[in-house]
């Protein structure tokens, strides 16, 4: 099987699954006595029924090559993650088809950017490559199933070029 070879994160690939988040462009308002640039609304958070909640995860650092063997969505809300050092991080997604993955898609993000996945995108795990893997990630709270996951029946191989 061919590896599947992550490309940069970039808005325009990543906008049919999210959105990226960073403090590229012109800052949208100057504030706190002109100090500091607010790049303001950067993703579309959707809750439906639930409340937004700020958790803090510490995921275990991943190598190359890397193994996906499940992805997951989640179709209540969408899930947005921070990350809280300057580390990329990889970031799989992938269209559905016919309620599973379709073929997947890696990126890799810049120190800086951090990604919202919108509601019902498949995505695999948080997948840092360095140590520590801490992320605040912004996502949906409440009653109801709000995550669901497909196992592959064969690991795909993630890995550079």
């Not at 990604?115 to 695999?124: I, L």
């Amino acid at each position: 099987m061919t590896p599947i070879v992550p490309q940069p994160l970039t808005a325009a690939a990543f906008a049919p699954f999210g959105d990226v988040m960073d403090c590229s462009g012109d800052a949208d308002m100057i504030i706190n006595q002109g100090l500091c640039g607010r790049f303001h609304d950067r993703a579309k958070m959707e809750f439906g029924t639930g409340q937004a909640g700020i958790s803090l995860f510490n995921a275990t650092p991943r190598a190359f090559p890397y193994a996906l063997e499940m992805m997951e969505r989640h179709p209540l809300g969408s899930q947005a993650f921070i990350p809280m050092t300057q580390h990329p991080f990889l970031v799989i997604v992938a269209r559905d088809k016919d309620g599973a993955p379709g073929t997947p898609n890696a990126f890799m993000t810049s120190p800086g950017q951090g990604v919202n996945y919108h509601r019902n995108v498949w995505h695999g795990v948080l997948t840092p490559l360095h140590a520590p893997g801490l992320f605040a990630v912004v996502d949906r709270i409440g009653d109801g199933n709000n995550l669901q996951e497909y196992w592959f029946d064969t690991p795909r191989v993630v890995a550079p070029a």
